[in-house]
């Protein structure tokens, strides 16, 4: 395997604490004012939390047995490859490892940077340096080894629960909450336009509870994956569901919901009301200590996709090398790592990361139908654990995702057709390694 192998170095508490670590960035702490600017019932903004929370959770059983049945390193890359093809495979790959996942790690690098610097430290300038160290020394302790990146990985989602749990106990018991806010609580009318607009605010919904595949990518370095890796995943986005709500039950308390869209950092503001002046530099560091923990997840798993993507396509095949010191993709790492600070410092990561939305919300639809597929594919493969709920679960899931990309097709068309563009590029590319396959047969 290229000088070395992967160590399974990860119990269920770490799978959990990745999963946890990746779902909570900054998003819970920014969202409450766009999911505000739609809704203005209480009832219909704790609706869209939940109502997230079980379509992430659909979703989550249906990857949860995919995971059990096929604990390999590359998560959905290995389920569409085995369901639907190498073509499919590739393409997703293609568009996870060099779309999404490599914006998204330059997305959580500036927001930490800028967090941290919204608290006096160094002066805006700074920025893009401070992101591009952040990224550099996370990516060096995930090269280190596993152990290592699990040590940070682990840390960082203690302290973010601990922020959010803050934010919860203080704002719930220091008195200084409005009841009054939360009344009325149920809306006046359910009209199709609420309908719309409820769907316009899942969006953001799901947006941040994005993340809870991410322990599939290391499952051939979690121990006794049949067991653990459901279990990581089930219990990560139900435990992150629960925080989620409450959260927001303590912002409806703390801000008039009409007034909410007029106040982007609706965390903040709660902690000013209860800490004074301090508070907001506490909101800082939180959610730069949260977007720092997602920010070592989606490094240590990112190299993981990359890996699973090399090990199978001559095109990425130099990136598939484990260190043979380290067991880790170090390679694959670091070349994630410099395509991100690339992005840093040419500022098209937020438009990356809109654009492969589309993409990537179509692969979930694939990955959740490997569930079917693979069930008259290869029903000799054991399945330690089957989907709750089967077929109406996957089903639901299947149905959500389909209206979220015909709803961003209607709102955000030209973003919506660049990403699938940018999908298609994959394409041409699988051509690529193909030929480069073959033609290395025909040397040896």
């Known amino acids: 395997m290229n000088g070395g192998q992967l160590r399974r170095s990860l119990g269920l508490p770490d799978a959990t604490a990745l999963v946890i670590g990746c779902v909570i960035g900054a998003g819970i702490f920014r969202s409450a004012a766009s999911i505000a600017g739609h809704l203005q019932s209480p009832f219909l903004v704790m609706a869209v939390w939940a109502v997230g929370g079980l379509i992430s959770f659909c979703g989550a059983l249906c990857y949860a047995e995919l995971g059990a049945a096929y604990p390999k390193t590359g998560g959905d890359y290995v389920y569409l490859q085995k369901a639907f093809g190498p073509a499919v495979g ?8 060099f779309t999404e996942r490599i914006g998204t790690v330059a997305v959580l690098g500036f927001v930490f940077a800028e967090y941290l610097g919204s608290t006096g430290l160094y002066q805006p300038a700074a920025v893009p340096w401070v992101a591009t160290a952040a990224i550099a020394v996370l990516t060096a302790a995930n090269i280190i080894g596993v152990q290592v990146g699990k040590g940070v990985q682990n840390l960082l989602t203690a302290a973010k629960m601990a922020a959010l749990l803050g934010i919860i106990g ?15 609580f149920w809306p006046e009318a359910v009209t199709g336009a609420v309908f719309q607009a409820f769907g316009v605010a899942l969006v953001f919904v799901l947006w941040t509870y994005g993340g809870w595949t991410e322990s599939a990518y290391v499952a051939e ?8 890796l459901p279990l990581s995943i089930l219990a990560g986005l139900g435990l992150v569901t629960l925080l989620y709500l409450a959260v927001t039950w303590v912002y409806l308390h703390y801000i008039p919901l009409a007034e909410m869209p007029g106040r982007k950092l609706v965390a903040a ?10 508070g907001g530099k506490v909101t800082a560091l939180m959610v730069a200590c949260s977007a720092f923990g997602a920010l070592n997840g989606y490094i240590l798993t990112g190299g993981r996709i990359l890996l699973a993507l090399g090990r199978d396509h001559p095109l990425f095949s130099r990136l598939a090398a484990i260190h043979p010191k380290f067991a880790t993709p170090s390679k694959a790492l670091l070349f994630a790592a410099a395509g991100a600070i690339g992005l840093v410092w040419t500022g098209t990561f937020d438009q990356i990361v ?3 939305t589309v993409a990537i919300s179509l692969f979930f639809i694939f990955g959740v139908l490997s ?38 097709f209607v709102m955000e068309p030209k973003e919506a057709l660049f990403g699938a563009g940018l999908a298609a590029v994959g394409l041409p590319l699988y051509v690529l390694s193909r030929r480069m396959g073959y033609n290395q047969g025909k040397s040896t």
């Open 269 to 278: 503001e709660v902690m000013r009301t209860v800490l004074g002046p301090v």
């Open 371 to 408: 569930v079917m597929v693979l069930r008259r594919k290869d029903p000799g493969t054991p399945r330690p654990y089957r989907v709750w709920g089967y077929p109406l679960t996957p089903l639901l899931f299947i149905g959500a995702m389909i209206l979220f990309i015909v709803n961003v």
């Open 170 to 184: 203080l704002g719930l018991f220091s008195g200084k909450g409005n009841p009054a806010y939360v009344h009325p």
């Open 354 to 356: 809109t654009y492969s």
């Open 90 to 97: 590739f393409v997703f790959g293609w568009t996870k490892v």
């Open 221 to 228: 370095e979690i121990r006794d994956p049949q067991r653990n």
